[in-house]
C-alpha cells in the first residue's frame, strides 16, 4: 500500500519540486478569468491587445480559466502550482487505473507509470492542457476496456467527458479522432474483419454520436469546431514558437518518448493478429507528437496502453483490497499538500522566480512613472503584461489567433532585421518594453524617437519622446 502511494505521490511531488510559475500562458488565461468573473459573461471580441482589439474571440478554455482564477485568488502563485500537481495526481491515478487493469505485474504497471510521466514531465504546467491528457487517459482506459470484454456501459461516460472537455480545451477533437477509430474497428469486424474487439458497432457509434453531441454543450455550440479548424490551419506557428516545434532529442525525456514509441510498435509486431485499434492509436500518436513536442503526450499515454496489453507479466500473488487502494490515494493527497512546506513552495519564494523571468520591476515603473500607450512588446511577456500592466498588448502567446505574418513581423523586428523600422506598431508605440539584451534595445539607443525610461538586469523600457 504504501509502495503504490509513492507510486501516486511521486509525479506530483516533482511537479512541486520544480514549481513552475513562471509559465508564458498562464498570465492571459488569468486575465480572462477574471474578466469573466467580473462581468459574468465570456468576452466574444478581444480585449487585451491593440491590434486585434474587437476582433471575434472565442475563449475555448473558459472552464480552466475560471478554476485558474479562482486558485489564484484563494492561493496566489500556491494556487497555480496546486493546479499543476493535482492534475499530475489525477493522471497518475488515472494512467495506474488504466494500466492495472491490463497488466498483472506491480513492477511492470509502476515501470510504464513513471516512464509515462517522465516522459511528458516538460508538459506539468499550469496549462488547460493537463486536462486534456487527464480525459485522453480516461478515454483510452474506457475504450480498451470495453473492447476487451465487449461490456458497452462504460462507454455512457464518454459523453460526460467529451461534454467538460470541449469547455476547457481544444484539443477534444484528438478525443473524437480516437473514439472514431473505435468505431471503425466495430465495423470492420461486425463485417468480418476478424480484428480484436469484442464491441459491438452499434454501441461504439452510438457513444460517438452522443459524444460529438455532448461537445456542443458549450457556450460557442457548433463554432467550436470552426475554431477547432482555423487553429488547424495554421502550421506556420508549428515553426515558430518552441513548445509547438518538433522533438528536438536534446533531453533525456525526447529519447524517453521515443524508446515508448518504439516498445510498443515492437510489442504489436510481435502479435501476429493486426489489432486494427492499437495500430491505428499508435501510428495517431506518432503522427501527433513527432510533428509537435506539445502533443507528446498522445503516443506516451498510446505506447503506455499498447505496452500494458501486450507485454507478459508475473500474477500478483496477494491482490491489494479496495479500502488499500484508497487509503493510498489519500496518503498520496496528504503527501502532495505536505510537499509544499516539505519543499518551501511558498508565493514569496514563487514571486522570486516570477521576477527572474517576467519584468516585475519594470511594470512598476511604468506604473509609477504613468507612462502611456500604445504598448509594443515582446511575444514571451505579452501574458504577463496582460496581467500585470492592464493595458492593450501589441503580441501575446495566443499565437493562432495573432497569425504567422503577426509573429514574423514581432520577430523580424525584436532581431533588429534591416526593415525593424519599418513596423507599423512600433512606429505607434509610446512604450516599447522587452529583454534587456534584445537586438532591438541596441539599435533603439540611437535613435532619435526613442529614450531610455528604464533599465535593469531583466528588462529595459524606452518611450516615446513626446
Request: aromatic share 12%; glycine share 6%.
Amino acid at each position: 500500500m504504501l509502495v503504490l502511494a509513492v507510486v501516486f505521490a511521486a509525479p506530483a511531488l516533482i511537479c512541486i519540486h520544480i514549481a513552475c510559475a513562471n509559465d508564458p500562458d498562464i498570465w492571459w488565461h488569468l486575465r480572462t478569468g477574471e474578466w469573466m468573473f467580473q462581468h459574468h459573461a465570456l468576452p466574444r471580441a478581444d480585449i487585451f491587445s491593440s491590434a486585434n482589439a474587437g476582433k471575434p474571440w472565442q475563449p475555448y478554455s473558459w472552464l480552466f480559466e475560471l478554476l485558474a482564477f479562482r486558485l489564484f485568488h484563494g492561493f496566489g502563485l500556491v494556487g497555480v502550482v496546486g493546479y499543476s500537481a493535482g492534475m499530475v495526481l489525477a493522471i497518475t491515478i488515472a494512467l495506474w487505473h488504466m494500466i492495472k487493469r491490463h497488466q498483472a505485474d506491480f513492477s511492470l504497471v509502476a515501470l510504464l507509470i513513471f516512464g509515462t510521466c517522465y516522459s511528458m514531465g516538460h508538459l506539468f504546467t499550469p496549462r488547460p492542457w493537463l486536462f486534456t491528457i487527464l480525459f485522453f487517459v480516461l478515454e483510452i482506459d474506457i475504450l480498451m476496456q470495453a473492447r476487451k470484454t465487449g461490456r458497452a456501459r462504460e462507454l455512457a461516460w464518454l459523453p460526460v467527458i467529451f461534454a467538460l472537455w470541449s469547455n476547457i480545451h481544444i484539443q477534444f477533437i484528438d478525443g473524437l479522432l480516437v473514439l472514431g477509430l473505435a468505431a471503425v474497428e466495430a465495423i470492420v469486424t461486425s463485417r468480418g474483419g476478424g480484428f480484436k474487439t469484442l464491441l459491438r458497432a452499434p454501441a461504439v457509434i452510438a457513444a460517438l454520436v452522443a459524444s460529438v453531441l455532448a461537445t456542443l454543450v458549450n457556450p460557442f455550440a457548433w463554432r467550436i469546431y470552426k475554431v477547432a479548424y482555423e487553429l488547424a490551419a495554421q502550421p506556420g506557428v508549428l515553426d515558430k514558437i518552441n513548445e509547438l516545434k518538433a522533438i528536438p532529442f536534446r533531453d533525456p525525456t525526447d529519447f524517453t518518448v521515443l524508446f515508448l514509441a518504439l516498445a510498443a510498435a515492437t510489442a504489436l509486431a510481435w502479435h501476429r493478429r493486426v489489432q486494427l485499434f492499437e495500430v491505428g492509436l499508435l501510428v495517431f500518436g506518432l503522427v501527433v507528437s513527432f510533428r509537435s513536442q506539445r502533443d507528446v503526450w498522445v503516443i506516451c499515454i498510446a505506447a503506455a496502453a499498447i505496452l500494458a496489453t501486450t507485454v507478459p507479466g508475473k500474477q500478483a500473488t496477494i491482490p491489494l483490497p479496495r479500502f488499500a487502494i484508497g487509503l493510498a490515494m489519500v496518503i498520496a493527497v496528504i503527501a502532495m499538500l505536505a510537499g509544499f512546506r516539505i519543499l518551501k513552495v511558498n508565493n514569496q519564494v514563487l514571486g522570486d522566480q516570477v521576477k527572474q523571468t517576467f519584468p516585475v520591476n519594470a511594470v512598476n515603473e511604468i506604473r509609477a512613472k504613468g507612462y502611456r500607450g500604445p504598448l509594443y512588446n515582446e511575444f514571451n511577456w505579452g501574458g504577463y503584461l496582460i496581467w500585470s500592466l492592464r493595458m492593450p498588448v501589441s503580441i501575446d502567446g495566443r499565437a493562432a489567433f495573432y497569425g504567422d505574418k503577426a509573429i514574423d513581423r514581432s520577430v523580424a523586428t525584436w532581431n533588429a532585421d534591416p526593415d525593424w523600422t519599418s513596423d507599423p506598431a512600433l512606429e505607434s508605440a509610446g512604450i516599447v518594453i522587452g529583454p534587456v539584451k534584445s537586438p532591438l534595445f541596441q539599435v533603439l539607443k540611437t535613435n532619435s524617437r526613442f529614450k531610455l525610461a528604464y533599465e535593469d538586469k531583466t528588462a529595459a523600457v524606452y518611450v516615446a519622446r513626446r
